[in-house]
């Protein structure tokens, strides 16, 4: 009797259990990437709208689109893949079993729960709609519509509590029309019927027709991240070695100031002139006439061009004449294949990732109208951002500029009145000029007077790796003294068990040098390069303001060291390792233990990620595994 009574107890509550739990999100395949498409119409655009995520069709022609962060592609194999995939999808989100029945009026402040949900004819969203994963990120929302499905203006769907886009799914069997300001979530599946956004609306999500026109006019609309979406990260940056430490310079031409111009950085030309700069409001070394610092400089630019130049584009922005015009740019290689006028405002999106990289490469010349702005979101740092120019480039008044400008054989003929460019300005032929601009490199360099970043060296080894020391280690010297020789013809004597501490930018390898470096005693010195002295450690950085831990050996064969700042010491900890498609490797608690060394031994060499939670606090930082 028991017995019988606990298996009808358990049947009881799996019954209390939702069906929406095994709701299952559809493969999208290559329609993932689309964020606009019809197998079979024609997909058009009016006004300025702001696109994140492929554009096509597979039958038809897409018109009327301005740059699109995304490939256009029409009646292509691409185009015939994802019209492939787009049946596939649909046939499951038709075949899938509801086991909720909604009234066709959505909104008003409904709340739905993750689950499968059916209405037997025309539906519509009126109001807020909130869909409410109760915790679970992986809750997984199908709507099925089996007629029309139409919004009110100013209508929205509401994530809560763990939901994402990239689990919505509406499969509607007619016409879609979003009336204007909308705010849609979700992938949207119309069958056999065409889709229709107006002015102000926005989704987070795809419009996918597998048999309808798709229009929209002046809309945002962009394609939802997780889910196992790739994390964008962006090419590989070039290595800029000596070309790091100048904010303004020309290796052949004059490099020249009117008015009260701000510079952070060095200043100079490796041909020519520079002059009508102010020593006082110069953070850094003004180089009157050429000198081996601008020398290397110029065949180190060489190399950053040529790195950039043959960098292969994701992206063609097709309509240069129009840049700007508040574009929202992902981290890629983009190729604007035309001289290119910027208007207003460019955003350049991280996606939360801060070493993601952004190129632009721009075959012809670039000029920006005046208060135009690159403004940096959701972590992009200018740092991260290259710009490559083939002709001359004029940043007219009052504009806010970022990243590093890489201009081949034409003149930077004008940082004009009021410019804010928080990067560098760097040609390789011509002629370069300010007027009362302020000019910041995005990093600290061998500037005089100015104490960059510190790296900290664990110790001196011969040929093993070492990882996992403490950062600030006394290093012990054999025979009482060691000594790290300069090019420059200096050198840094240690003494055994001196600390020393390596600047940023220092090299270190298997027969290590170093560029530059602070003893504990204080002495700052700054070299340009350095001659083969002793093999050395992996170098540790320091931490950064805006982050909680690090990482290092980056790159690595096998093992790399994970530290936290003393403040996540007594935060329960989970770190997290993924693949570059998202999957998970590895998933681990750290409670009371601020330095932990992993090993990624045996996997694929690649690019990995690395997240970590402590209480509030998320980061993700990228890992190269050799």
């Not at 739990?21 to 079979?40: E, I, K």
């Amino acid at each position: 009797m028991k017995k019988q009574l606990v298996s009808s107890l358990t049947v009881f509550l799996l019954l209390l259990i939702p069906i929406m739990n095994f709701a299952q999100a559809p493969p999208l395949g290559t329609a993932a990437g689309f964020v606009l498409f019809s197998s079979v119409g024609a997909v058009t655009n009016t006004g300025i709208s702001h696109l994140t995520g492929n554009v096509g069709t597979n039958s038809g022609s897409s018109t009327g689109f301005g740059n699109v962060n995304g490939v256009m592609h029409d009646n292509d194999g691409a185009s015939a893949q994802c019209s492939a995939d787009l049946l596939i999808a649909y046939n499951i989100l038709n075949s899938t079993i509801p086991n909720f029945f909604p009234a066709p009026l959505f909104g008003n402040g409904q709340t739905l729960i993750a689950g499968v949900y059916s209405i037997s004819g025309a539906a519509t969203l009126n109001g807020t709609l909130k869909l409410d994963a109760l915790g679970n990120p992986n809750g997984v929302f199908i709507i099925q519509i089996q007629g029309s499905f139409s919004t009110a203006a100013g209508s929205k769907v509401q994530l809560i509590n763990g939901a994402v886009a990239c689990n919505v799914f509406w499969k509607v069997e007619g016409l879609v029309s979003m009336a204007s300001g909308t705010t849609m979530r979700g992938t949207i599946i119309a069958n056999n019927a065409a889709i229709v956004m107006n002015t102000g609306d926005t989704l987070e999500g795809r419009a996918l027709s597998t048999a309808g026109a798709v229009t929209l006019d002046g809309v945002m609309a962009y394609t939802p991240v997780g889910c196992g979406s790739p994390v964008l990260t962006g090419p590989m940056a070039p290595a800029l070695a000596s070309t790091e430490c100048y904010a303004l310079f020309s290796s052949n031409g004059a490099v020249t100031n009117t008015g009260v111009t701000h510079v952070t950085g060095d200043v100079g030309t490796n041909v020519g002139l520079t002059v009508g700069f102010d020593p006082l409001l110069v953070t850094g070394t003004i180089h009157p006439i050429p000198d081996g610092s601008t020398a290397q400089c110029a065949a180190d630019l060489l190399d950053v061009y040529n790195y950039l130049n043959i960098l292969p584009y994701e992206i063609e922005l097709l309509y240069p004449a129009q840049f700007g015009n508040n574009l929202v740019l992902t981290p890629h290689t983009y190729l604007l294949n035309a001289a290119t006028t910027f208007t207003d405002t460019l955003y350049l999106n991280a996606m939360g990732y801060p070493n993601a990289v952004f190129v632009i490469k721009i075959n012809g010349a670039l000029s920006t109208n005046s208060y135009s702005k690159v403004v940096l979101i959701n972590g992009a740092q200018a740092k991260n951002v290259f710009w490559k120019i083939e002709g001359a480039v004029s940043i007219n008044s009052y504009s806010i500029f970022k990243g590093t400008i890489i201009c081949n054989n034409g003149a930077l003929g004008s940082l004009g009145t009021g410019v804010i460019l928080d990067g560098r300005a760097l040609t390789t032929t011509g002629a370069l000029s300010t007027a009362a601009a302020t000019v910041t490199m995005p990093t600290v360099c061998c500037t005089a007077g100015v104490i960059p970043n510190t790296l900290l060296v664990t110790g001196i080894v011969s040929g093993a790796e070492t990882v996992c020391k403490n950062a600030i280690q006394t290093i012990t010297v054999a025979g009482g003294r060691t000594t790290f020789q300069v090019q420059s013809g200096g050198s840094v004597t240690m003494i055994a068990g001196q600390n020393i501490r390596l600047l940023y930018g220092t090299k270190v390898s298997a027969g290590g040098y170093l560029h530059a470096y602070i003893t504990t005693s204080g002495e700052y010195c700054c070299s340009t390069g350095a001659s083969k002295s002793v093999e050395m450690s992996e170098v540790i950085p320091e931490m950064t303001a805006g982050t909680f831990f690090k990482v290092y050996p980056n790159a690595t064969s096998d093992k790399f060291c994970l530290e936290l700042d003393p403040t996540c010491k007594d935060t329960k900890v989970m770190v997290q390792i993924f693949g570059m498609v998202g999957n998970l490797i590895l998933n681990k608690d750290l409670i009371n233990d601020d330095r932990h060394e992993f090993s990624l031994g045996g996997k694929t060499p690649g690019i990995y990620f690395i997240r970590v939670m402590a209480g509030n606090r998320l980061e993700t930082k990228k890992i190269v595994l050799k």
